[in-house]
Structures are given as structure tokens and as C-alpha cells.
């Protein structure tokens, strides 16, 4: 089945700096979505990027599908980005709607 | 906006006991799914629903049904609750026509 890495699996930052998150998968798919979990727990839809780029504030996000990765940029970090990062993608003619999610990114700020 | 509420936020059960996790939608979506995350395995898709008393089997069905009577209500049921089902239970709800997932906040079980 598609396999869908995250790196780095783990990253802490001091509070204003930037980091790069990244989601490689091994097929073509038709979504890609990228989450921010909290630290209750609660699912944060971020972007919905199937391909292109798209910016959120201080987040924003790139998908170049024909290389099969996506990149998640954040920008000037706070404390409030903690949690984990996942990426979770569709598969491209698989059962329609279903998401596999990546092991996703734990990321912690630092003030 | 979106809202997916699930009935609770920590539950507590015994083994052998039939256990239900409701989640319900506001917004008139066809798709729900339930997930459970475990550390180190990630997001698993146990069941999810398209319509309507209809249901499709995920990656982890064993264990686990579902009902869904109304459209904005899909129930998990654990018939018989084990201690490897401790867990968090995620429900999820699909926006159209941009296929976006969108979760409620969880319930974590525990079995003991």
C-alpha cells in the first residue's frame, strides 16, 4: 500500500523561528491535507493542497504532486504552533474519500 | 464553520461491557469516519459511512460496528470492550465538494 513519511519526526524551536515540515508519499493521490493536533488532542483541519501552494497567516504550504511531496512551512514560530503536524492523503483512484495519514511531526516551541 | 462534537472527552470502562461513541455533524455531510490513534501507529480508520444506514469496513474493523440511523449521527460500538482498545477514538466529517476532512475533539477510552 501507498506509504506516506513525515520528517523530521520530532523538532523543537525557540519561539520566532522558522521550520520546514516535510510528507513524501509513494503514489499518486488526489488530497492531501495537512492537520496540527493539539496538545487536548483535537484534529485542526490546516490546508487542503492537493497540489500548488497556499498560505494561511504564518503558515503556508506547497504540494508538488508529480514529485509526490509536500512541504508545510512555518514561519515565526509561537508557542501556541506545539502539537503534532500530520499529513494524511487520498489515494488517486483508491476507495473515494479515505485518508492515510503519515506518523506525523511532533513539534515543540520553545519561548 | 464546521463542528463535529463527540458525546465524551474521557471515558472509563470494564472489560466485557459494550461501549458507545457517538459523534454527530451540523453540517448536512453524506461522509463520517471513525479513526482511533495509538502512539507510534499513528491514525487508523476503523469504519466510516456514506450515506445512511450504510457503512464500509476501514483498515481495522475487527472488534467494532457502527450505526448510522440519522445523517448527522455515526455511533461506534465496541460490543464486548477490551483492554486493547484502550485508545483515542476520533470522528470525522467530509466537507464537499473540497473532500476536507474535518475532526471533532476526540474520546479517550480506557479499558480496564
Known amino acids: 500500500g501507498i506509504q506516506v513519511e513525515q520528517s523530521p519526526p520530532d523538532l523543537i524551536l525557540q519561539e520566532g523561528a522558522n521550520s520546514t515540515l516535510r510528507c513524501n508519499f509513494s503514489d499518486s493521490v488526489n488530497n492531501l491535507q495537512w492537520f496540527h493536533q493539539n496538545p487536548w488532542g483535537q484534529l485542526i483541519n490546516l490546508f487542503y493542497i492537493p497540489s500548488g501552494t497556499k498560505q494561511n497567516g504564518r503558515l503556508s504550504a506547497t504540494t508538488v504532486a508529480t514529485e509526490r511531496y509536500s512541504l508545510l512551512y512555518i514561519s515565526s514560530s509561537q508557542t501556541t504552533d506545539s502539537g503534532v503536524y500530520f499529513c494524511?492523503?487520498?489515494?488517486?483512484?483508491?476507495?473515494?474519500?479515505?485518508?492515510?495519514f503519515g506518523t506525523g511531526t511532533l513539534l515543540a516551541v520553545q519561548p | 464553520d464546521v463542528k463535529v462534537t463527540q458525546s465524551s472527552r474521557y471515558l472509563v470502562k470494564r472489560t466485557g461491557e459494550k461501549v458507545f461513541l457517538e459523534c454527530v455533524q451540523d453540517m448536512d455531510h453524506e461522509n463520517m469516519f471513525w479513526y482511533r490513534q495509538d502512539p507510534g501507529l499513528g491514525l487508523r480508520l476503523i469504519y466510516f459511512?456514506?450515506?445512511?444506514?450504510?457503512?464500509e469496513k476501514g483498515d481495522i474493523p475487527e472488534g467494532y460496528s457502527v450505526s448510522r440511523e440519522k445523517k448527522e449521527r455515526f455511533s461506534l460500538i465496541l460490543e464486548s470492550a477490551s483492554t486493547n482498545q484502550t485508545s483515542m477514538y476520533l470522528c470525522?466529517?467530509?466537507?464537499?465538494?473540497?473532500?476536507?476532512?474535518?475532526f471533532g475533539p476526540g474520546t479517550r477510552l480506557t479499558v480496564t
Open positions: 494524511a492523503v487520498e489515494l488517486k483512484g483508491g476507495a473515494t474519500n479515505k485518508l492515510i
Open positions: 470525522a466529517s467530509l466537507t464537499l465538494p473540497r473532500f476536507e476532512q474535518y
Open positions: 459511512s456514506y450515506d445512511v444506514k450504510m457503512k
